[in-house]
């Protein structure tokens, strides 16, 4: 039971996960960050209603790292857990391999659904474009937001994608970010006013816009991060800074997003003893 009248949905993003003993770009073992993720998902003081993972879950689409994978999320236990392609996901085989989420299976080409997490409408997106690292909207996925923000314009609505819909000024991701109905999508967005978040992933960052009349943002990996380095040609290069996740709050008037490191630390240690600041 949550102890405060709040809505927590967290985000996890850009797993990358391998077949087991497989090194991801040839160095690095995904697999352990994952575990230590999760492990900070469930230590967290107010229990999520929800998990939602924003793409790239495996690194090539593969049966064998969708069953690790599986594996990896497993002590989340009956905590609902949402999944949506990225660049690196196979849609067919996601569907096959998690044939007990329900969610996936309807949407016909693409995965992507509408469900509630409490009073929150969550709206996954599918950004992806088959054998290409970019994304896009067509027409069609176009229009089936429109339909599905036309039928919850009471409720608040957070909306989840893999591509984000804006410039990050980090050019070899902008390169292969969406480039198809960016534009189309916020004036979408624009018309909605229940639109509340718009949270991404594909960046391996933390990163925050003004879109449409809310706010879009990306969210750090449970593993590697992308170079922050805004030169337009910039190398395309990784970090192994801390990783980190996202907890969107929902108190029954706005949302509040904060970001929490993914990890075990000391503390917490208390600012006050006896009613006094401590000296």
């Known amino acids: 039971m949550n102890s ?31 575990q230590r993720t999760v492990d900070s998902v469930l230590a967290l003081r107010q229990k999520p209603d929800a998990v939602v993972i924003t793409g790239d879950l495996s ?21 609902p857990v949402y999944l949506l ?37 969550l709206i996954a997106l599918d950004t992806v474009e ?11 996925r176009l229009a089936w937001l429109e339909r599905e923000l036309a039928a919850c314009r009471d409720e608040p609505v957070v909306i989840a994608m893999h591509h984000p819909p804006f410039r990050t000024l980090i050019g070899h991701m902008d390169r292969i970010g ?6 189309q999508f916020e004036a979408i967005v624009a018309r909605h006013a229940n639109v509340e978040r718009i949270i991404c992933g594909h960046l391996h960052r933390a990163i925050d816009v003004r879109f449409g009349g809310t706010i879009a943002s990306t969210c750090p990996a449970p593993g590697h991060q992308v170079a922050l380095d805004l030169q ?41 003893e006896n009613g006094m600041l401590i000296d």
Do not use: K
């Open 85 to 121: 392609p990225g660049n690196h996901d196979e849609r067919a085989q996601l569907r096959r391999s998690f044939a007990q989420h329900a969610y996936l299976q309807g949407g016909g080409e693409f995965v992507q659904y509408s469900v509630r997490v409490g009073p929150l409408r």
């Open 59 to 79: 690194d090539f689409g593969r049966e064998a790292e969708y069953a690790h994978l599986a594996g990896l999320l497993a002590p989340l236990g009956d905590l």
């Open 232 to 272: 337009p040609d910039a190398p395309s290069a990784w970090m192994l800074e801390p990783p980190a996740f996202r907890v969107h709050a929902w108190d029954g008037q706005r949302l509040v997003s904060h970001l929490a490191a993914a990890g075990i630390f000391e503390g917490p240690y208390p600012f006050h």
């Open 130 to 140: 088959p054998g290409q690292s970019h994304g896009a909207l067509c027409v069609r």
């Open 4 to 34: 405060i009248p709040c809505t927590f949905l967290v985000q996890i993003t850009d797993l990358h996960i391998r077949e087991p003993g497989r090194l991801a770009y040839g160095r690095i073992d995904t697999a352990p960050y994952l």
């Open 178 to 183: 969406l480039l198809e109905g960016a534009a």
